[in-house]
């Protein structure tokens, strides 16, 4: 189907499948690269017509699971940060850029935009965007585990569990930027990204551990915070 679109640039597969980490309730993870948002929009719409069809047929496969789809992403080869809030949780600037160049197979390439596109973004983006990208990471990290006493002094637990959440999903950003390594991404295949894509399995026990809480409704996270803060300043550096 995306292959006679002409404004089609490159297509890749990406994914657990791809990995062969995948089951059979796992997606087909493919990414559509175009030019622009117009493109983006055209053909999203044509898609939705022709998807359904489509999921259904391999649906009949016997491999496949209840939660089988196509995990479909039509994206540009020219992702930008996008802006954020206090309150908004890591972006997924680090983790497009990894299945759009690194954690991927093209099966599909329109002349050369694609492969000129991944020598902006391969091995790494540039080092001024990478240390200003850092110093942001790491501030919202800081300001949501700064955020896990006040909310439990009120009583406001799950907030707190929020602020505490987001704030690990951030350290794990920061610490991929720091070694200058394309996350996949920062709540499914952590033990995957710290043991075997990061080499740092003692991390992992350590950062693991801060999810095993025995109550909520105490100061257990006030705890749990602190900790994920002393990991913070061990392991990401500048």
């Known amino acids: 189907f995306f292959k006679k679109k002409k404004s089609v640039l490159a297509i890749t597969l990406v994914g657990s499948i791809l990995r062969g980490k995948g089951s059979h309730d796992a997606d087909v993870d493919v990414d559509v690269f175009v030019k622009d948002q ?13 998807g359904p069809s489509i999921i259904k047929n391999l649906r009949k496969n016997r491999d496949t699971g209840r939660f089988f789809d196509i995990g479909l992403h039509i994206r540009t080869l020219n992702p930008k940060p996008q802006h954020r809030f206090w309150t908004s949780g890591p972006d997924d600037f680090e983790i497009e850029l990894g299945h759009s160049f690194v954690y991927c197979k093209p099966v599909f390439k329109r002349g050369n935009s ?65 070694k200058k390594v394309y996350p996949l991404d920062y709540d499914k295949w952590v033990e995957y990204e710290l043991t075997e894509i990061l080499k740092l399995p003692k991390l992992y026990e350590e950062f693991a551990s801060l999810y095993e809480l025995n109550k909520l409704e105490s100061g257990e996270l ?3 915070g602190r900790k994920l803060h002393d990991l913070l300043k061990k392991y990401v550096k500048n």
């Open 114 to 178: 694609y492969d000129l596109a991944k020598k902006k973004f391969f091995p790494y983006y540039t080092e001024p965007l990478r240390k200003k990208r850092l110093k942001e990471v790491k501030m919202y990290c800081v300001n949501n585990i700064e955020h896990i006493k006040p909310y439990v002094k009120r009583g406001l637990y799950f907030q707190a569990f929020k602020r505490f959440h987001d704030a690990a999903k951030e350290f794990l950003q920061a610490l991929f930027i720091s």
């Open 222 to 224: 006030v705890h749990k």
């Open 38 to 50: 117009k493109a983006i929009d055209e053909l999203s719409k044509e898609f939705d017509t022709v």
